[in-house]
């Protein structure tokens, strides 16, 4: 069965393989983790004196890049075991 949709496993150096799926999921989650992380440097850095909806939303980006963070460890985690 061929076609457009199909994305055959790529083996890695130990032999195992990694789905394109799984490796397009690690990337999206790398990227939310580090504009939330970026995003909310920027916004502690940038505002001196940040209203209360400010402190909502850079609360939610630290807690966003903390659990991409702890979600990249456990699938690469995962992955490796």
Do not use: H, R, Y
Not at 30 to 50: Q, Y
Request: hydrophobic share 50%.
């Amino acid at each position: 069965m061929s076609g457009k949709g199909d994305n055959p496993p790529v083996a890695n150096t130990l032999g195992e393989t990694v789905s394109a799926n799984f490796k397009m999921i690690v990337i999206i989650i790398f990227f939310v983790t580090v504009a939330c992380g970026v995003g909310n440097l920027w916004m502690a850095l940038g505002i001196p004196t940040p209203t209360d909806p400010q402190k909502d939303v850079m609360a939610t980006m630290s807690t966003l890049w903390k659990m991409g963070f702890g979600s990249l460890v456990g699938l690469v985690g995962a992955k490796a075991a």
